[in-house]
T-cell receptor, first 114, second 115 residues
Framework: EAQVTQNPRYLITVTGKKLTVTCSQN?????MSWYRQDPGLGLRQIYYSMNVEVTDKGDVPEGYKVSRKEKRNFPLILESPSPNQTSLYFC?????????????FGSGTRLTVV | AQSVTQLDSQVPVFEEAPVELRCNYSSSVSVYLFWYVQYPNQGLQLLLKYLSGSTLVKGINGFEAEFNKSQTSFHLRKPSVHISDTAEYFC?????????????FGAGTQVVVTP
């Protein structure tokens, strides 16, 4: 089944403790992206990647890191999480051709930083 | 950078009635446009997209949207809604070309369908 898989689904952590949210896609997609969703704000893009080793900032990149060493994986790293990073996070991927444009989303990771 | 305005935060509608969700974007340059749906406690699902060609786009679940370049709008419609259409709907826009991946979302419109 074609899908984007995020882990974990739920995570509670403490301020300052480094964490990684993994994301993997099995559709051989070139584009991948991370979004955060907060009530009343919709989805805001954190980072996106056009291909292996090519990443760019979205609208809210502060406090986050990403890497794209392999085409299928795009982990999101919070080096020193803070309470304002409590949110629902989505990973997404998309193909490169115009017929494939349009992100396919994972099921989400609900992060709570205390 | 693009920005997206969804003019209604919540739209109550009766079952079998029509619904229209309004979306306006900021730039008049060439764009790609999308509508997504999010059911409770789920991820986002692509409803439809406009990349080029006909300005009337048909999507899944009986939804359609019309691209209006002069008004920079991409409103979503369904002629007759079901209870199962209760969800949050997001409009999204990006520039054409390789930077399309920088996809901007609106704040969402919550649709509540009642019998």
């Amino acid at each position: 089944e074609a899908q984007v898989t995020q882990n974990p689904r739920y995570l509670i952590t403490v301020t300052g403790k480094k964490l990684t949210v993994t994301c993997s896609q099995n559709m051989n997609h070139e584009y991948m992206s991370w979004y955060r969703q907060d009530p009343g704000l919709g989805l805001r893009q954190i980072y996106y990647s056009m291909n292996v080793e090519v990443t760019d900032k979205g609208d809210v990149p502060e406090g986050y890191k990403v890497s794209r060493k392999e085409k299928r994986n795009f982990p999101l790293i919070l080096e020193s999480p803070s309470p304002n990073q409590t949110s629902l996070y989505f990973c997404a991927s998309s193909g490169h051709s115009s017929a494939d444009y349009g992100y396919t989303f994972g099921s989400g990771t609900r992060l709570t930083v205390v | 950078a693009q920005s997206v305005t969804q003019l209604d935060s919540q739209v109550p509608v009766f079952e079998e009635a029509p619904v229209e969700l309004r979306c306006n974007y900021s730039s008049s340059v060439s764009v790609y446009l999308f509508w997504y749906v999010q059911y409770p406690n789920q991820g986002l699902q692509l409803l439809l997209k406009y990349l080029s060609g006909s300005t009337l786009v048909k999507g899944i679940n009986g939804f359609e949207a019309e691209f209006n370049k002069s008004q920079t709008s991409f409103h979503l419609r369904k002629p007759s809604v079901h209870i199962s259409d209760t969800a949050e709907y997001f409009c999204a826009v990006s520039d054409r070309g390789d930077s399309w991946g920088k996809l901007q979302f609106g704040a969402g419109t919550q649709v509540v369908v009642t019998p």
